[in-house]
């Protein structure tokens, strides 16, 4: 799972989690990466190429985002993806 | 045993509870949304579990809109001081509980004024009556769904839509209803509920918690850590971190989502047609018995699962005690914590004993006390009996 979805409170962490899973995503909580987001504790692994579907569920289900990041080896580290 | 006091605390509680604090403890110990560990992620999502359950038992659509508290007068002192301002003109009903009351009497030395609108005899407000107190320029609307005294049932949906068309909000006490009776928020029109976890929900002791309604802004009565935005200083304004400073209950939450999820399997409604069909038994057994008063509306449709009574010629304490001591019925006795209450059914300072019934009570229970009330009256009715002189005190 190469994307990353930041969050302000692990409330919503957890309840993207549910959501995608729920939907047929996969969805992995992980330690948040300190560089993305000082706003919690865990952040959400998902498949970055399904964004398109995974935001706009995430919007309906009134989840609050903070950022999405796509993982690029070559970088050495998380990107800020375009919204 | 009998026990006949689910309205002050339900039990037993359905296994799965006990059951569920268990495993949270052994096995989902971390601090939830504090840390991002395996631990900490099992609790927070043991956490969010009970939250969704929380909103699927009130229709509520965003999880996100409801936030944990102690109890249900947590809950409240929350609500009230969050959206009540020096100036504001505030209308609450003549059967509320102190957990509304005693913040208003407060709020009255800050400014505020209270106006209290009186109920009959009965705990049965006239909504006309209430509207008269609301045209003049209220803020809030605060009541009770239903009396812990008489088990009276308030009108919500009407009083909520009395209170929108004046411009109040209405902030709902459900500390009798959550979980004996359907709550929508949304198609009631409430602002503001506040529950508590450990009587219909099942839960332990030491959980509750508030919907605040989606675009209301409520603010804290706490502040301090929430796991979120740790970067500022600043409590966070989003729900539910803003009402959810300090580490939560986990445990007690664990519980409270087991006591839910199992609302939820036998439906609030069949919690209701149970409880109705034993108070209907009750009121009907009481109320052919020569020497017993009892309160409340004469409609079993009217009232949750409560019946409060008083016994010609012995006090409440008096009748609670045989009840306990000779015939193993465990009852509330005394003014329940609402005196005002008991003023509006003309109950003050007596009190009266109060039968709460719960999912897991039967008729041959309420069969077993109505008998022994029969057997107190009759006691009573010889003022030399020494039972009751056993059980009185002198000056």
């Known amino acids: ?83 | 045993m009998i026990y006949f006091d689910n309205a002050a605390t339900s039990w037993p509680k359905p296994p799965s509870v006990a059951a569920a604090i268990r495993e949270q403890m052994a096995g989902a110990g971390g601090n939830p949304g504090r840390s991002g560990h395996r631990l900490s992620i099992a609790a927070a999502r043991v956490v969010e579990e009970t939250r969704e359950a929380v909103a699927r038992l009130f229709h509520i659509d965003n999880p996100s809109r409801v936030a944990f508290t102690t109890n249900a007068t947590h809950a409240l002192n929350v609500a009230l001081y969050g959206l009540i301002r020096p100036g504001d003109r505030v209308v609450t009903t003549s059967v509320e509980h102190n957990s509304v009351m005693r913040p208003l009497r407060h709020l009255e030395t800050t400014g505020v004024c209270v106006e209290v609108v009186p109920c009959d005899a009965n705990g049965s407000i006239d909504v006309g009556r209430l509207e008269d107190r609301l045209a003049s320029g209220a803020r809030l609307l605060v009541a009770t769904h239903a009396s812990n005294v008489a088990g009276t049932i308030l009108p919500i949906g009407e009083m909520a839509a009395v209170a929108r068309r004046h411009g109040a909000r209405i902030v709902v006490d459900a500390a009798q209803t959550a979980g004996t009776m359907p709550i929508h928020v949304a198609a009631l029109g409430i602002d503001v509920l506040a529950f508590t976890g450990h009587k219909g929900l099942f839960g332990p002791t030491g959980t509750g918690g508030l919907y605040v309604r989606e675009g209301l802004e409520l603010p804290p009565l706490v502040r301090g850590g929430t796991g979120s935005d740790s970067a500022h200083e600043v409590q966070p304004d989003f729900m539910p971190d803003a009402l959810e400073s300090g580490t939560l209950n986990v445990a007690g939450i664990a519980g409270l989502g087991a006591g839910v999820r199992f609302l939820i399997d036998v439906g609030v409604e069949a919690v209701q047609a149970h409880e109705r069909a034993l108070t209907t038994r009750c009121v009907e057994g009481l109320r052919a018995m020569e020497g017993i008063a009892v309160y409340g509306p004469a409609d079993p449709v009217a009232r949750c699962g409560i019946v409060s009574f008083s016994v010609a010629g012995a006090s409440p304490s008096e009748v609670g005690l045989l009840l306990d001591e000779s015939f193993g019925i465990l009852a509330r006795t005394g003014l329940h914590c609402a005196p005002a209450a008991h003023r509006t059914l003309g109950t003050f300072p007596t009190g009266t004993v109060r039968f709460g019934f719960g999912w897991f009570n039967t008729a041959a229970e309420v069969d077993a006390a109505i008998d022994a009330v029969r057997q107190i009256a009759s006691w009573a009715r010889t003022p030399s009996n020494a039972r009751l002189r056993n059980a009185q005190w002198t000056a």
Do not use: Q
């Open chain 1, 1 to 83: 799972m190469d994307g990353l979805i930041s969050f302000f409170a692990s409330h919503h962490a957890i309840r993207a989690e549910t959501v995608l899973k729920r939907h047929g995503h996969a969805a992995r909580l992980v330690p948040g990466p300190r560089e993305l987001s000082p706003n919690c504790g865990v952040a959400l692994r998902f498949e970055f190429a399904r964004r398109d579907e995974v935001l706009p569920l995430l919007a309906i289900h009134r989840v609050r985002i903070d950022g999405v990041h796509e993982y690029r080896p070559r970088t050495d580290g998380w990107e800020a993806a375009p919204r």
